[in-house]
Structure formats: C-alpha cells, structure tokens
C-alpha cells in the first residue's frame, strides 16, 4: 500500500505514518493539500496528516481539506507525544542567528521560549518542521535555525542548541489516517485509547436554537462529545460548519436513527467514520 505524508523525512507526521503503517511505502507531500489530493486522485491509498495539537488547537488546513473532500474519511487516529529543538547548522554562528525556521504549529508551541530568548530573530513560516530543518541544512554560510525533532536533527546533521523548548511540558498532536474508504483501521502492537466517530455538521441557517437542535439528537440518546469545533465557512463572518467527535463506538441503529434525525432537521451531515484512536511513542 501507498500512504502519504505530510514530509519532507523526519517530520513528525512521518514519525507518526512510520507507527501506523512500518511496512507500508511511504510518500512525502509537500504540504496537506498535496496529501488530500494524493488520496482524492487514488496515486496513494491513504494519508497521515496533523489534525490538533494540544497547546495550539486544531490545524485548520485539515479541517477546510476534511470539508472539501466529502468523500474522504476518517480511518483511524494517533496521538503522539511532541517535543520541539532549536538546531542550526555545525557552522553557524549562534550570536547572529538571522531567522527560525518552522512550522507554524511549532512556532506557536514554542512561541514565549522564542519571544524571550530570541525576540529580535524574525520567525518564519515553514511547510514542516523538517523541510525548516532540511532547508536550514542547505544554507550554512546564513545563520539559520529550525524548530524540528531530534531525527530531523540527525538527518540533515544539525547541531541541537536548545532542548524541549515547546512552551507547556504536556504536547501531544492527533494525526489522522484519511482514506476514500470508510472501515475502520485496526493495528494489534499499538495502544488502543478507544473508538469514535466524527462527523461535519453545517445548519441550513442561521436561527434561534440552531445548535441546540444538533447537540440535543446526541444528548438525549446519551452519546458522550468529546469535540466541537466550528470554523469557518468563508462565505462570510459568522458563517461556520461543526467538527464533531462522539465517544465509543454506538450501536448502528443509534447512529443510523441520529444521522436520520439530523437529516430530517435538515442540518447537512457528512459522517467522517467509525474510528480507533492510538497512542504512538515520540
Ligand atoms: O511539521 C511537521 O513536522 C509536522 O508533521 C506537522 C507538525 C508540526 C508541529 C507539531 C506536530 C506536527
């Protein structure tokens, strides 16, 4: 099987992929959008993309992809814990740092770490932490320096000047396999935190109550949330569509009878899946 990634090596969605698929090939993209179009066209069977950080919150590119592609799903997810180096290169010359190169999640992860210690240094937007790393790696007469993991470190043989900068000790992403099918992923050496399901919900309009409607069809048949997220539609401020988790794994006519009540409401419902959640090592 082919499985995409968000790459370039060593980036932490590929420390993930390496988890939940060692014996499949794996494809680095150069971006999210390239790994929901890698599944969409069929060149890779499925995609480990970064879905939520738990200092950061959600990457909203995955969201907006995720409502994009009605036919892709959710096969499976993995939480892993994160911890983010400062590195240059062997040559550089730390005083001088001119730029810090990541991405935006780990720049946000380790934003007061930066502000107090390199406030002066212009911090700059990267597609990975490992393409931060590798292009770092590629220009050693600047002073440059990337926000990455250790084996970005060792890849592209960068010299960790700070250790474990991230701004809170607890840092975990979720990652999730997307796929065009819909059965649920199942991995025997990984610890399984439990099962889910997610949908995207989208009211018809605005109106009193709206919500309410939405999380009522799940409150009085006692299925747990563990997630809502809105975000926008970008058809105009204050237009949103929901990202939602259920707890467990419910029996299909509880399910069936809820996605038919939110239909009846006329609320637009695509059921991302039934999935199992893991825990992967860093
Ligand atoms: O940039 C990476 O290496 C990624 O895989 C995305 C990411 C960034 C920061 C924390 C977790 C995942």
Redesign the pocket.
């Known amino acids: 099987m082919k499985i995409a990634f968000?790459g370039p090596h060593a980036?932490?969605?590929?420390l993930?992929a390496a988890q939940l698929f060692p014996d499949e090939e794996l494809l680095p993209q150069v971006n999210i959008l390239d790994c929901f179009i890698a599944v969409e066209n069929g060149s890779v069977d499925m995609a480990v993309v970064?879905l939520e950080?738990s200092i950061e919150g959600t990457?909203s590119m995955t969201l907006d992809y995720l409502y994009k592609t009605p036919d892709i799903k959710i096969m499976a997810e993995a939480v892993m814990p994160?911890a983010?180096h400062l590195m240059v290169h062997p040559h550089c010359v730390v005083e001088k740092i001119e730029k810090i190169y990541?991405?935006p999640?780990?720049l946000a992860?380790s934003f007061h770490f930066l502000d107090t210690n390199y406030r002066n240094v212009i911090k700059q937007d990267y597609?990975?932490?490992?393409?931060a790393a590798k292009h770092v790696s590629e220009n050693p007469d600047r002073n440059l320096a990337a926000v990455?993991?250790t084996f970005a470190a060792n890849l592209y043989n960068l010299k960790i000047i700070e250790r474990n900068i991230q701004d809170f000790e607890q840092n975990h992403?979720r990652f999730i396999v997307i796929s065009k099918q819909s059965h649920d992923y199942s991995h025997k050496n990984l610890t399984l935190l439990g099962k889910k399901s997610g949908l995207l919900i989208t009211l018809p309009e605005d109106h009193a109550g709206g919500l309410h409607q939405v999380l009522s069809v799940f409150a009085w048949r006692k299925m747990n949330l563990s997630k809502i997220e809105s975000r926008t539609l970008k058809t105009g401020l204050g237009k949103y569509f929901f990202f939602i988790n259920v707890v467990g794994k419910w029996e299909s006519t509880v399910q069936y009878n809820a996605l038919e009540e939110l239909k009846t409401l006329q609320i637009k419902v695509d059921f991302l899946g039934n999935y199992s959640e893991f825990l992967l090592n860093s």
């Open positions: 968000l980036s932490f969605t590929q993930a970064p950080n990457v994160i983010h990541s991405h999640q780990a992860q597609s990975s932490t490992a393409a990455a993991n992403t």
